[in-house]
C-alpha cells in the first residue's frame, strides 16, 4: 500500500513537471496571479499565499528550473572594529533557471480586519509602514542588478540576474486610493503606491514627524521611477457573501534586469 502512494505521488510530480517547460523569462506574472484568483480562497498569512504562487509558478516551469523559497540574503561586509555583524535577510521567491539565472519574487499581504465565510482575516494595521516595506522591497531587488554594489549578496550561487518583481496582495483600500495630503502632515507623504502614483528618488518619512520605529526603517534611494497600476483579485470575492464582501486588489512592479 506505500509502496503504491509512493508511486503515485512519483507519477503526480513526473506529470506536473511535464506540465511545464516555460522558460522563467518566459513567464508572466500577471497572469499567474489572475490564475490563482480564479479559485475561490481566503489567504489567512503571507505564507499561504507565497506557497500556492509558488506551486503555480513551478507547474510552469515543469524541469526546466526551480523554484525556492526563503533564499538567504547577507549584506556583504561586516565591521568588526564597530562591532557590526553581516545582516541576513530573506527572498520570499526564487525562480531559479536551468541556464544559471534567476527572478527574484518579493511578496506582501496586508488584511484589514474582516470576516469571509466565517474566515476571520485579522488587521495589519500601520499602512505607512507596509508602503515603505513594499518600495525597500524595489530597492533590494534593484541592488541585486547593480553592478559591482557593495550591499547585498546571497549566500547560495544562483547565478545572473534577470530581473525581479515586488508584489502586494491587500484588501486594504488604503493602500491602492490615493493620498491626498495637500499639507504634508501624514508621515508617508513623501511616498505612496496609491493606484496611478509614481515614484523616484528618495523614500522618506516625514521629517517634521517623529516616530521611534522610523530608526528601523532608514530613508532610502530607488535608482529608476516606478509607477504603480492596481488591479482585482477576485479570489476572495467569489468567497464571500453579499454581506459579507470583501474586496482584494494586487500591485505588481516589475524591476528589468
Known amino acids: 500500500m506505500c509502496e503504491q502512494k509512493a508511486d503515485d505521488v ?28 480564479e479559485v475561490p480562497r481566503i489567504y489567512q498569512v503571507e505564507a499561504q499565499f507565497q506557497f500556492e504562487l509558488a506551486w503555480e509558478l513551478q507547474k510552469l516551469i515543469g524541469d526546466d528550473g526551480q523554484v525556492l523559497l526563503e533564499v538567504g540574503m547577507c549584506t556583504r561586509k561586516a565591521n568588526a572594529e564597530k562591532k557590526v555583524k553581516r545582516k541576513r535577510f530573506y527572498s520570499d521567491i526564487i525562480l ?77 483600500m488604503g493602500y491602492w486610493n490615493k493620498i491626498r495630503d495637500k499639507e504634508g502632515k501624514t508621515v508617508d507623504a513623501l511616498f505612496t503606491i496609491g493606484d496611478g502614483d509614481s515614484i523616484q528618488g ?19 534611494e530607488l535608482s529608476n521611477s516606478y509607477c504603480f497600476e492596481w488591479l482585482p483579485y477576485y479570489g476572495a470575492d467569489k468567497e464571500a457573501s453579499k454581506e459579507e464582501t470583501c474586496t482584494f486588489k494586487y500591485l505588481i512592479t516589475k524591476i528589468d534586469a
Open 10 to 37: 512519483s507519477c503526480f510530480v513526473t506529470c506536473v513537471k511535464r506540465l511545464g517547460r516555460m522558460k522563467i523569462e518566459e513567464i508572466n506574472i500577471k497572469q499567474v496571479m489572475d490564475k490563482l484568483g
Open 96 to 172: 531559479k533557471g536551468n541556464d544559471n539565472s534567476y527572478i527574484v519574487i518579493e511578496l506582501k499581504y496586508k488584511k484589514k480586519a474582516a470576516v469571509i465565510n466565517g474566515i476571520e482575516l485579522t488587521s495589519d494595521y500601520a499602512s505607512d509602514e507596509g508602503r515603505y516595506d513594499y518600495l525597500w522591497d524595489i530597492r533590494r531587488i534593484e541592488l541585486l542588478k547593480e553592478c559591482n554594489n557593495d550591499d547585498y549578496e546571497y549566500t547560495r550561487n544562483l547565478g545572473s540576474f534577470r530581473g525581479g518583481y515586488a508584489i502586494i496582495l491587500t484588501n486594504d
Open 202 to 220: 528618495r523614500v522618506d518619512w516625514n521629517v517634521d514627524i517623529k516616530k521611534p520605529w522610523m530608526k528601523s526603517r532608514p530613508a532610502f
